[in-house]
């Protein structure tokens, strides 16, 4: 069927049976490959896009229901709380391999917008779905609480 | 195959930039090439505008080599880490082999850097020295005054961009023996100011791993797989995958270990595949229960060991343990388990031009899949490329012995007419059910202890499910019948036990196995360290002291394992916990490195552990990048603490019973507290980063359970008494 999606900023005809998942209709029909499929089952977070600015598991959303819905991903980040969050990313070396990246930076902005300044605990709950095969989870703790910092300074 | 890389490399060049000098390739297969761009030597690549690439044989998975190669570079040919980029090399052992590895090129047992640390230094200072040796022919001056730093050649009164001497430094021989600095020299090597290359494109999502490729006019194939280990497809029945749009076909696979479906799509693939049912032949089929392969496991440890690993004499061992004042025994247990790195297994297939193919994939072990690729298609070894793109996580996963995947991908790509790209996808369920396990293993140690508390004897059998034998790696690797990866650790720790004797049993292969994030140390660490704090315990002597006891020979072995448990144990405020906490130690040597951790947690076994902190200590000799061997322990200890506390690969009638992360569930966030490491200055040749972390971290949580609460001798520990908050 014939939907039209509003991702990052621009309107986008696609073809996609109901019940397709948006992470699929982003990764291979849009070829926007930032969001990422890690698990299919909305237990890893890799998928992370913002739906109306909410963080959603696109792997568990499907595409006839976010039609007229604001849909970001990753390449279509645009705030001061993401560039934030991005640059605190950087400073820190949150990463390493890198593949469930893009959901914790989603998940992150997401985090900082509702709750600016979260205790270590509130990050901890918030993030508790994404993640990290690596480990990386020191980082990007301590990286949203310089992201915090950051907007704050 | 030096000859034809270069070729394509003069066509590519010619198109790109008219102005070609002169290509070609020497004798010694050394590429000098005077176009643009210019390769120097098979590690570096200069550009005429002056762009400096390093060239990284070894693949990206996070463990840091993409960052640790090139400063390697930068350092020695005087750049800055900023004007340095990097590229994965091509599939060639004849220049790219791990340099531990023998004729093979591949990325494992934590060797990057310590393998690549003398080669890249060298190939960055000979590019040094032909570019300082052409500015100094072009300024008339003395090379001997010149040097470069920060991309400028410097000296005699002149200073110019390396980029005016790159056609001129092509055309010369490398020099055979350049000069390296001196680690007073050191810029960037051992400066932890030092980023990470990858972290901005990781960051922004604009990292391509295999996953990510999108080749024009690509079919995506999943794999049905038998729902048994080694069952046979016979047949297929695709009638409701019809209805599927975007489902092209299904085929058997040629060695009938799964039917391959082909789709427009990932999610049409996924799709169809769920409306296909298969016909399967599980006469040779997998029907144990991972209870049966436990109770095997258990009896072998339980009987006469087959094989003698030390050659330490039993009876001799067994009377001194038989007759000592205290005797401890213990039997323990550990289970199947998954890799299930973040990016599921993937690579794409396509064919050249010229006939041959080019495989895609976060190549772990090139030379591998190149093999599996040049049989299964019947080509020579030139006509294969290997495109290595990032990996998302390996822990071992992507490097079988088997080529699994890759060759999983080949079969498929066979069936088809090979006008359009195959992708292989795998999905997480695959990825947890379809085998390469880290075996099960099990232990039985018996210590005697005289009336002093000394250790008077050490009894130490080990079963398990052999990973090497069987495999290409068995000459190597196997020696008078003992897999080294089922028993290393134990006698060849730096510890200096009397009276120890370590024995090894095989038990048939329930399910493939192979290396997972540190190997054998993932279970011997946990026995040799758990058992000590226990002998120690007994000994009523603190744990500390009893193991530094045990390492007052004088080797240097032992002073490095000593030094990292004393750095922890004093970082860590060890027998300082505060009210309410336990703490435990443990220390390990592995890939040539030594690593000691000391795990706090509150609770208890019964109320629920939380892990507070972990504080580490390492020694890996010089330290190339700093804060990637600390990123590496955060990681190591996560990796090693998230699998004991709660996973375990379990298996009913041969068919596994987990699927997914809900049922294999990764460390969470909140699992751990804080992680603080800490490295020992170093100054000798750098060892192991990527899996040292991982060995101490579960004993060490043990002992600090043990303190309130039971021995854990059974993983993972939520299936054996600990609960966790």
């Keep these: 069927m014939a939907l039209s999606l509003k991702l990052n900023g621009k309107t986008h005809e696609v073809d996609a049976e109901p019940g397709t998942p948006l992470l699929w209709v982003i990764r291979d029909e849009l070829k926007l490959t930032g969001t990422k499929f890690g698990c299919g089952v909305a237990a890893c977070g890799a998928c992370t896009v913002h739906l109306d600015g909410e963080p959603v598991r696109s792997c568990q959303t499907f595409v006839e229901d976010v039609e007229g819905a604001e849909i970001t991903t990753i390449e279509g980040l645009n705030s001061n709380v993401a560039e934030a969050v991005q640059a605190a990313w950087v400073e820190l070396d949150v990463v390493q391999c890198g593949y469930c990246q893009s959901g914790q930076v989603m998940s992150a902005v997401g985090l900082l917008t509702d709750n600016p300044k979260p205790t270590v605990e509130e990050i901890d709950d918030y993030m508790n779905g994404n993640a990290c095969r690596c480990a990386t989870y020191q980082r990007i703790r301590a990286a949203i609480q310089r992201a915090s910092d950051m907007m704050e300074a | 195959m030096t000859l034809k890389t270069s070729r394509r490399g003069f066509l590519k060049s010619a198109a790109a930039a008219a102005a070609v000098l002169y290509v070609g390739a020497r004798p010694d297969g050394a590429l000098a090439a005077g176009s643009a761009p210019a390769q120097l030597n098979p590690f570096v690549k200069i550009d005429a505008d002056g762009t400096v690439t390093a060239i990284v044989k070894h693949f990206e998975k996070g463990q840091g080599p993409a960052t640790g190669l090139t400063t390697l570079i930068a350092e020695e040919l005087g750049v800055s880490m900023e004007d340095i980029q990097y590229e994965f090399a091509p599939s060639d052992p004849s220049r790219y082999a791990n340099l531990a590895f023998g004729q093979f090129q591949g990325t494992g047992g934590s060797t990057a850097i310590a393998n690549s640390f003398m080669q890249y230094r060298q190939a960055g200072a000979a590019a040094r020295e032909m570019l300082i040796n052409a500015a100094a022919k072009a300024w008339g001056a003395d090379a001997g005054a010149l040097s470069i730093e920060d991309g400028m050649v410097t000296g005699a009164g002149q200073k110019a961009p390396i980029a005016d001497f790159v056609a001129a430094a092509a055309q010369m021989e490398a020099p055979a023996e350049p000069r390296l600095k001196d680690p007073s020299e050191f810029r960037l090597i051992g400066n932890a100011s030092v980023r990470r290359k990858d972290s901005l494109p990781k960051t922004n999502g604009t990292a391509q791993y295999a996953m990510d490729l999108h080749l024009p006019n690509q079919m995506v194939v999943v794999i049905a797989r038998s729902p048994r280990m080694g069952g046979l497809a016979t047949g297929f029945d ?375 902190k972990v504080t580490c200590a390492v020694d890996c000799g010089l330290a190339v990048n700093p804060d990637v061997v600390k990123a590496q322990m955060e990681g190591g200890i996560g990796y090693g603490l998230g699998h004991v506390m709660r996973d375990e690969i379990t298996l009913t009638d041969g068919v596994v019973d987990q699927s997914n992360f809900p049922d294999y569930e990764p460390l969470r966030i909140g699992d751990i507290g804080a992680i603080e490491v800490h490295i020992m200055p170093s100054a000798e040749m750098p060892t192991g980063a990527g899996e040292p972390g991982t060995p101490p971290s579960a004993p060490a949580l043990a002992n600090a359970i043990a303190v309130t609460g039971p021995r854990v001798t059974a993983l993972p520990m939520n299936q054996n008494g600990v609960d966790f908050v």
């Design chain 2, 238 to 612: 695709d009638a409701d995958a019809k209805a599927v749009k975007g489902y092209i076909r299904a085929a058997v696979l040629p060695n009938k270990a799964g039917v391959a479906v082909y789709a427009e799509d990932t999610w049409a693939a996924f799709q169809a595949r769920e409306a296909i049912s298969v016909d399967w032949d599980f006469s040779a089929a997998e029907t144990r229960s991972s209870d049966q392969i436990r109770e095997e496991l258990m009896a072998a440890v339980n009987s006469d060991p087959t094989y003698n690993v030390n050659g330490a004499d039993r009876a001799a061992t067994e009377a001194l343990v038989d007759g000592a004042d205290t005797v401890l025994e213990r039997t323990f247990y550990f289970p199947l388990l998954a890799h299930a790195p973040m990016e599921p297994l993937t690579c794409t297939i396509e064919a050249n031009e010229d006939g041959g193919i080019t495989l895609h994939d976060g190549a772990q072990m090139p030379t591998g899949p190149h093999f599996a690729m040049a049989e299964i298609f019947q080509l020579p070894m030139e006509k294969i490329r290997i495109n290595t793109m990032l990996a998302g996580g390996s822990f071992g996963r992507r490097a079988t012995p088997t080529a699994d995947y890759q060759v999983e991908a080949a079969l498929a790509f066979v069936l088809t007419d090979r006008t359009r790209p195959v992708k292989l996808v795998w999905s997480r369920e695959d990825d947890i059910t379809a085998g390469y396990y880290r075996p099960a293993v099990a232990h039985k140690v018996r210590i005697g202890l005289d009336a002093a508390g000394n250790i008077a004897g050490w009894d130490h059998r080990v079963a398990a499910q052999s990973i090497i034998k069987g495999t290409a790696f068995e000459p190597m690797l196997v020696h008078n019948g003992v897999d080294h990866s089922s028993v290393e650790g134990i006698g060849d720790s730096p510890y200096q036990i009397p009276g120890q004797h370590v024995g090894l049993t095989d038990i048939a292969k329930a399910t493939t196995v192979l290396w997972w994030r540190s190997v054998g140390h993932t279970h011997t660490a946990y026995v040799m360290e758990t058992m000590l704090d226990e002998a120690a315990q007994a000994a009523g002597r603190d744990p500390v002291e009893f193991r530094l006891a045990l390492l007052k020979g004088g080797t240097a072995d032992q002073q490095r394992l000593a030094g990292v448990l004393q750095l922890a144990a004093d970082k860590g405020n060890w027998g300082k916990a505060p009210a309410g906490r336990s703490q435990g130690i443990a220390v390990h040597k592995s890939f040539g490195s030594y690593v000691a951790e000391v795990v706090e947690i509150s609770g208890s076994a019964s109320d629920g552990v939380k892990i507070e």
